[in-house]
């Protein structure tokens, strides 16, 4: 024993007391070790991501319900929790293709469908921030390149989803170079480089109601030139 503690003898009205307080003790470790990924046997996850994972797991809901839509119902997104490793963090993201009735991870994909994946968890991001905020709505939503590596089907999909985002209220900005999509969309602010500099021009439909109200600042085909 310890300097200045002194020698209690166990006694049989102890023993109920200190089996008791060993339980209660080896309740407290076992708790311990599963919330901080310590459990022999077990994938060692942390409480911590524990918690993520279910967030995550929202995320994915959400997001699913776009990428079923743009990939025609070949691909879902899941955690990649079939691994079987037990250093597994249980937050890699893996994908299940229902062509083959198999999961993988997402690193598989193709480019293109690595963008419609990336887009589908964007929105998916977007709808839960929205349902956990109280409300508030994000309206704006700009979507910078990666059309490029879609074939004119996976194009149109992509597209359908980004114009009924559009048809619900929300602005949808897209950044590309690709002539497919450019003509597809009626309301367009074309960057034009040239050696002198780079202008601006503003496209709009004829009947927008955005030529009435800028009448007098921005007119359709006007060519602005910005620094």
Same mark, same amino acid.
């Given at each position: 024993l310890a300097k200045g503690t002194a020698t209690v003898p166990i006694t049989d009205d102890l023993l109920p007391l200190l089996e008791e307080a060993d339980r209660e003790l080896e309740a407290a470790r076992e708790l311990a070790d599963a919330a901080n990924g310590r459990l022999a046997g077990r994938k060692k996850i942390a409480f911590e991501a524990y918690v993520q994972a279910a967030y995550f797991d929202e995320i994915l809901r959400a997001a699913n319900l776009r990428l079923r839509r743009m990939t025609g119902g070949r691909y879902e997104l899941v955690r990649n929790d079939f691994q079987t490793s037990l250093n597994d963090r249980g937050l890699e993201l893996g994908v299940v293709d229902h062509y083959t009735g198999k999961p993988r991870s997402a690193k598989t994909l193709s480019g293109g469908e690595s963008f419609k994946a990336s887009l589908a968890l964007a929105l998916g991001l977007s709808d839960v921030v929205q349902r956990r905020s109280g409300g508030e709505s994000v309206d704006t939503l700009f979507v910078d390149e990666g059309f490029g590596s879609l074939d004119s089907e996976s194009l149109s999909a992509a597209v359908g989803t980004l114009l009924s985002l559009a048809g619900n209220?929300?602005?949808?900005?897209?950044?590309?170079? &690709?002539?497919?999509?450019?003509?597809?969309?009626?309301?367009?602010?074309? &960057?034009?480089?040239?050696?002198?500099?780079?202008? &601006?021009?503003?496209?709009?439909?004829?009947?927008?109601?955005?030529?009435?109200?800028?009448?007098?600042?921005?007119?359709?085909?006007a060519a602005l030139k910005y620094r």
């Amino acid at each position: 024993l310890a300097k200045g503690t002194a020698t209690v003898p166990i006694t049989d009205d102890l023993l109920p007391l200190l089996e008791e307080a060993d339980r209660e003790l080896e309740a407290a470790r076992e708790l311990a070790d599963a919330a901080n990924g310590r459990l022999a046997g077990r994938k060692k996850i942390a409480f911590e991501a524990y918690v993520q994972a279910a967030y995550f797991d929202e995320i994915l809901r959400a997001a699913n319900l776009r990428l079923r839509r743009m990939t025609g119902g070949r691909y879902e997104l899941v955690r990649n929790d079939f691994q079987t490793s037990l250093n597994d963090r249980g937050l890699e993201l893996g994908v299940v293709d229902h062509y083959t009735g198999k999961p993988r991870s997402a690193k598989t994909l193709s480019g293109g469908e690595s963008f419609k994946a990336s887009l589908a968890l964007a929105l998916g991001l977007s709808d839960v921030v929205q349902r956990r905020s109280g409300g508030e709505s994000v309206d704006t939503l700009f979507v910078d390149e990666g059309f490029g590596s879609l074939d004119s089907e996976s194009l149109s999909a992509a597209v359908g989803t980004l114009l009924s985002l559009a048809g619900n209220n929300r602005l949808v900005g897209v950044i590309s170079h &690709v002539d497919e999509l450019k003509a597809g969309i009626d309301r367009r602010i074309v &960057v034009h480089k040239t050696s002198r500099g780079s202008t &601006v021009t503003v496209d709009l439909p004829p009947d927008s109601l955005c030529i009435a109200w800028c009448r007098e600042t921005i007119k359709p085909g006007a060519a602005l030139k910005y620094r």
